[in-house]
């Protein structure tokens, strides 16, 4: 028996309001529409991981979801110009990450990061 694949699933009464977010914000393309589920997907593949944490680290509140990018500075810019609200970063952290928090449009926590190779 072998896990292919984890999705993550945000409960919402609008699942329009992702697009801003998943698509424009973070590059994800709609890879399946029913209506009244929206799937958005990324290029390239990645291991099924899952994280279970008691605190986010350096102190933060575990973040819903972790969406590592390959320009986090392109995305930070783009979250400003959409008006979103910075909670926490960006921040480089002694176990070789750059980051920070953010929330969708449903008030998830989410914690965009770049492994950052720079130290």
Do not use: C
């Not at 993550?8 to 529409?33: C, Q, S, W």
């Not at 979250?79 to 928090?101: D, M, T």
């Amino acid at each position: 028996m072998a896990v292919i694949r984890v999705v993550a699933n945000i409960a919402t009464p609008d699942v329009g309001k992702a697009r801003a977010f998943y698509e424009d914000l973070l590059g994800m393309r709609v890879v399946m529409d029913h209506g009244w589920i929206v799937t958005f997907a990324a290029e390239g593949s990645a291991r099924p991981q899952v994280s279970v944490a008691r605190e986010g680290g350096s102190g933060t509140a575990v973040p819903d979801l972790s969406i590592e990018v390959d320009d986090l500075d392109a995305v930070h810019r783009r979250a400003l110009a959409q008006g979103l609200a910075i909670e926490y970063g960006p921040v480089r952290e002694p176990w070789g990450v750059r980051r920070f928090y953010l929330r969708d449009p449903f008030g998830r926590l989410i914690n965009i990061l770049v492994h950052d190779a720079g130290g």
